[in-house]
């Protein structure tokens, strides 16, 4: 599900995008988070040089899916959150990998990988959206429909990725 629109205040921008307004939110020179705002949401110019620079990666990734973000950030989770993320850092783009295969590669189960991805805080950079279920897209943002499966699926067309199993 899309997120609601608590905090507009606390974004150092928000740029729109053909599947969500996309809300930045940086910590000195740092990426901080990454939500995705309904499509109708306000845009910010970004208020920083540094949420500049994130605007400007997303620009080119959506001009050019194969483009590698290069951004700070921390891994801000539990130890196993951040395990996860690290994984599916890795995965190119175009490329994905099941919960199955993150799970095995990891030596745990393919739930607490999905809850992992859910919690990611900083998606696009963290390409969880690269990862689906063994028989077709399986879920996003905590949802198996609606609005956040409809961004995945436009993420991974983007791409060049089908995932109609």
Not at 9 to 25: H, M
Not at 139 to 146: I, L, Q, V
């Amino acid at each position: 599900m899309v997120k609601p629109l608590p905090h507009l205040d606390n974004y150092s921008a928000r740029i729109a995008t053909p599947f969500a307004v996309l809300g930045i939110r940086t910590a000195g020179a740092s990426l901080a988070g990454i939500d995705y705002l309904p499509k109708g949401a306000a845009t910010l110019e970004p208020v920083n040089r540094f949420a500049g620079r994130v605007c400007r990666q997303i620009e080119r990734y959506l001009d050019d899916p194969a483009f590698r973000f290069d951004l700070p950030f921390d891994y801000r989770g539990t130890a196993f959150q951040c395990r996860v993320w690290r994984a599916i850092a890795g995965i190119p783009s175009g490329g994905t990998l099941t919960y199955v295969d993150v799970a095995r590669q990891l030596r745990t189960a393919p739930r607490p990988v999905g809850g992992a991805c859910g919690a990611n805080r900083i998606p696009l950079v963290i390409p969880c959206h690269r990862v689906v279920a063994s028989n077709g897209i399986g879920g996003f943002m905590h949802s198996r429909r609606g609005p956040g499966i409809e961004i995945k699926r436009w993420l991974l067309k983007h791409e060049g990725v089908t995932c109609d199993r």
